[in-house]
Structure formats: structure tokens, C-alpha cells
């Protein structure tokens, strides 16, 4: 008998997840991870006096989904603040406004757009995988204020290189699940218990329920024997020679899930045991140029910044010495433990092509216009106390979500031809937004596994 019915690798949202559940239904699962810290690219980790993630994070599940699946493992994943206004810095007049000031005229336009995503079933978006988001929208309005709302929206959940580039798809998706779930256009919360705390209640449940972690190991392939997957093999630790190779532990299990992006998983995974036109669509969505890039940025001050609500997520399409959309949110008003007392941690972002993540001057040059962008925006950050730089490029959030780039342009997550392998990650074919759609993404793979639906899930869309 093999030692694990079901390798997990990655322990990331949707490692966790994956494991959470199918530990829950009785599998003797292994998570392996190549860190040493929970939550991958939503990871909480300290530093100094301050707690920071991989990225500006927010949960963007309006509770069918990671909500159901603390839910379903015996947890509670908290919703914590919310953000329920949009400033919107208006470059040409250099000041900022509202995103209800867009469309205030036009409540009946918006009322149209409201109920034609309503009426439309989840699958009819389906068909949208290679147009824009306007160009859905045009069906129904062409009024500019509703355009505005749809597209800064979708600026503040999915980063693309050109802010007007959106799919169609990828984004209805999301927005009917918010107008049904919530009855608002965008949903977003802060966990209630802190990122390390959420990830942390995950594994918790995965423990609980005889799951078995091996943190801190590499793996170097998954083993496939005529069109059968037999387990893992993973990196001797530690490595006294760095250089060291093929000196591997064999962990046997007939099902491996993994959930590396399109940008990792062919490390592992043989790609001469792929179909040539599966590994060359992986090949194809993991070039530079598809991943979401983006400046990171976290700046600290001793005094208040935000112009009104100090919990408003606000976002912009360039700022004054930058072209590229992002967003800006104050951290410490989420979460007033990630910065020590009398001090405001906000985080930004800003997009950058892909194809540009790997110039670095190019990149020390933005980085230098981006800061001077952020305090022309907000005076306040001329007198900052505190600053970390990061990239989001390796790892990227995800690839880019344009037209021709999602749903069913993505690789599926049941590989052809093997038994017992499947990737459970968003940048293969998934829906949502982040952590969620990675969860979702967990959670189709699970019950595809099972070969039956998760009564908790109900008979709602999964990826």
C-alpha cells in the first residue's frame, strides 16, 4: 500500500485547501512545500516592527467559496473590513474624485447592466473568454460612467498591462457573484484573523484531520510510470554539496495535485509524458509577457495620508509620472497589528509589463517614478518613516487576464493521458479573483478526485 493516497504540492491557498479537504473526507494526504512558511504568494511574514504580505492582499469571496471551505473543515474564516468606496485619482484635472461621481447620472444605465449580469447563467460567460469587457458592456449601455465603474473595478482585483484590456469573462464571473452574494459591484475583506492566522486555521484543519506536512522540501519530479502517477520524489535534506543532484527520497502515492503555476510546474512534471499540444500550451502562457507585473510598494508614516475614509481602496489608471494602472490601500487600517502603535503601513502597486521584470534598471527607474507618482497623489508620503520595494514577477500574481488568455484558453486541470495527476492552480483553468480562485480552483480538483460534489459547495460554479 502506498504511504499517502494523495501528494499535495504547495501549500499555498489552494494547497491548503486541497489538502484541508480531502484530509476532511478521510485521504491520507502529504502536503510538500518548498518553504518554510504557509500561504505562498499570500503569505503573511514579518518584518521589523511590521507584517507584510507577497503582495497587497485582500479576500475577494463574497462566501461561496474560501468562506465555504473554512466552513466545510470545521474553521471560520472571518470577514474583516471592508471597503465600500472608490477614489479615483483623475489625472488630466491632477486631484481625486469618486467612482460614484461617474455614474450618479446614470443609476438607470447602471440598473440595465446590474440585471443583464443577474439574468445571464455563470456558463453564457463562458463565450466571452476572447473579448473585452467593454465590449459586453457596449451590449447593453454606452454610457461612459458605468464603463468607468466596471473597468476600475477591475483594475483593483486583476492587474493587466492596459487597464482597458480586461476579459470579458474572468470579470463577469466575478461580478454576479458579488451582485448575487453581496448586491454590490466589488466585494473584498481583510481576514478577520490576519493573513498568517487565516492560513493557519487551514492547516490546522488539515492536521486535525491526519493530514501530514513536509515543509522546507523541494520537489524535483513526479513520477509517472506507463500513464500512471506513483508518488513524488524530493530533494535529500539538507544538501551539504549545493550542487548536489538526483540524490532523492521516493514518496509513493497514486494521485499527486499540484498546485505550481504554469511557470513551475513543467520543473516537476516530465514534459515528455504530456501531450505535445498540453506542454506547449503551458509553454505558451508561462512567457514573460502573460504574467502579472507589478511594482510593489509599502510606505509607513507617522501621520494619516488617506484624503477621507482611512479604509477606502483607491485606484488609478496612471499616476502623474507613471503609465499603469493601481491601487493603494492603508494596511494598518485593515489590521492595525501589522504596524507598530501611532504608525500607517499602506500598500501599493502599480502595473509594469511583464516582458520588463527582468531589466533591472528599467525597474529601478520606475520604482524611483512610482514613489514620486505616490506622493504627488498624497503629500503626506513626503514624510515617510518606513519603505520595502518588492516585485511581483517570480512570483507573479497570476497570468495577465486578457481576452484569449483565460477560461477555456487554459490549460484544463485533469492532464490528458495520466492517471492520477491534476493542477489545481489559478493559472490554469479557473475563475475568481486571487486567494479565492486559487481556493476554487483546489476545490474543483478535490471533487474530481472524489468524483462527486461537496454537499457544503451546493451546485454553484467551483473554478
Same mark, same amino acid.
Given at each position: ?6 501528494? &499535495? ?40 516592527? %511590521? ?18 471551505? %473554512? ?10 473590513? &471592508? ?18 461621481? *461617474? ?48 473597468? %476600475? ?116 512534471? +516530465? ?38 475614509? *482611512? ?46 521584470? *527582468? ?35 517570480? +512570483? ?19 492532464? +490528458? ?47
Amino acid at each position: 500500500m502506498s504511504a499517502y493516497d494523495v501528494v &499535495v504540492i504547495g501549500a499555498g491557498a489552494a494547497g491548503l485547501t486541497a489538502g484541508a479537504l480531502l484530509a476532511k473526507e478521510g485521504k491520507r494526504v502529504l502536503i510538500v512545500e518548498r518553504d518554510t512558511f504557509l500561504g505562498g504568494r499570500a503569505a503573511e511574514l514579518p518584518d521589523e516592527d %511590521f507584517k507584510i504580505n507577497l503582495g497587497g492582499h485582500l479576500v475577494e469571496d463574497g462566501g461561496s467559496g474560501l468562506t465555504k471551505v %473554512f466552513e466545510h473543515v470545521g474553521k471560520e474564516l472571518v470577514h474583516g473590513e &471592508v471597503s465600500a468606496e472608490m477614489p479615483v485619482w483623475d489625472d488630466q484635472a491632477g486631484r481625486w474624485g469618486s467612482i460614484r461621481d *461617474r455614474y450618479a447620472g446614470s443609476k438607470s444605465e447602471l440598473k440595465k447592466v446590474i440585471a443583464a449580469i443577474k439574468e445571464t447563467p455563470y456558463e453564457a460567460f463562458d463565450a466571452w473568454d476572447d473579448r473585452t469587457l467593454r465590449e459586453w458592456l457596449a451590449q447593453y449601455t454606452t454610457d461612459q460612467g458605468v464603463y468607468d465603474l466596471f473597468e %476600475f473595478t477591475s483594475v483593483l482585483e486583476c492587474v493587466v498591462d492596459n487597464w482597458w484590456d480586461h476579459s470579458a469573462s474572468d470579470n463577469l464571473y466575478v461580478r454576479k457573484m458579488h451582485y448575487e452574494e453581496r448586491h454590490m459591484a466589488a466585494y473584498s475583506f481583510w481576514p478577520g484573523q490576519g493573513w498568517d492566522g487565516m492560513w493557519q486555521d487551514l492547516a490546522d484543519a488539515f492536521t486535525e484531520h491526519g493530514g501530514t506536512f513536509r515543509l522546507g522540501t523541494s520537489v524535483e519530479r513526479v513520477i509517472i510510470e506507463n500513464g500512471e502517477v506513483k508518488g513524488i520524489a524530493v530533494a535529500r535534506q539538507p544538501k551539504v554539496i549545493p550542487t548536489e543532484v538526483f540524490e532523492e527520497e521516493i514518496i509513493e502515492a497514486p494521485a499527486v495535485i499540484s498546485t505550481l503555476p504554469v511557470w513551475n510546474v513543467l520543473r516537476v512534471v +516530465p514534459e515528455h509524458q504530456l501531450p505535445d499540444w498540453y506542454a506547449q500550451t503551458i509553454r505558451f502562457l508561462a512567457q514573460d509577457r502573460f504574467r502579472v507585473s507589478w511594482l510593489g510598494l509599502y510606505l509607513a508614516t507617522e501621520e494619516p495620508v488617506a484624503v477621507n475614509n *482611512r479604509k477606502e481602496l483607491a485606484t488609478w489608471l496612471n499616476t502623474p509620472t507613471t503609465e499603469g494602472a493601481g491601487f493603494m490601500f492603508e494596511q494598518s487600517a485593515m489590521d492595525p497589528s501589522s504596524a507598530p502603535p501611532g504608525v500607517y503601513l499602506y500598500v501599493m502597486g502599480a502595473s509594469v509589463p511583464g516582458e520588463r521584470g *527582468r531589466d533591472q534598471q528599467y525597474l529601478r527607474t520606475m520604482f524611483e517614478r512610482f514613489e514620486e507618482g505616490a506622493r504627488a497623489m498624497w503629500p503626506g508620503f513626503a514624510k515617510t518613516v518606513w519603505r520595502r520595494r518588492h516585485l511581483a514577477f517570480d +512570483p507573479a500574481f497570476g497570468v495577465v487576464q486578457k481576452p484569449y488568455l483565460v477560461g477555456s484558453y487554459r490549460p484544463h486541470w485533469r492532464v +490528458p493521458t495520466i492517471e492520477g495527476l491534476w493542477f489545481a492552480s489559478e493559472t490554469f483553468k479557473s475563475r475568481g479573483v486571487g486567494t479565492d480562485r486559487a481556493a476554487r480552483a483546489a476545490l474543483t480538483v478535490v471533487e474530481e478526485y472524489l468524483g462527486r460534489r461537496l454537499s457544503t459547495f451546493g451546485d454553484g460554479w467551483r473554478y
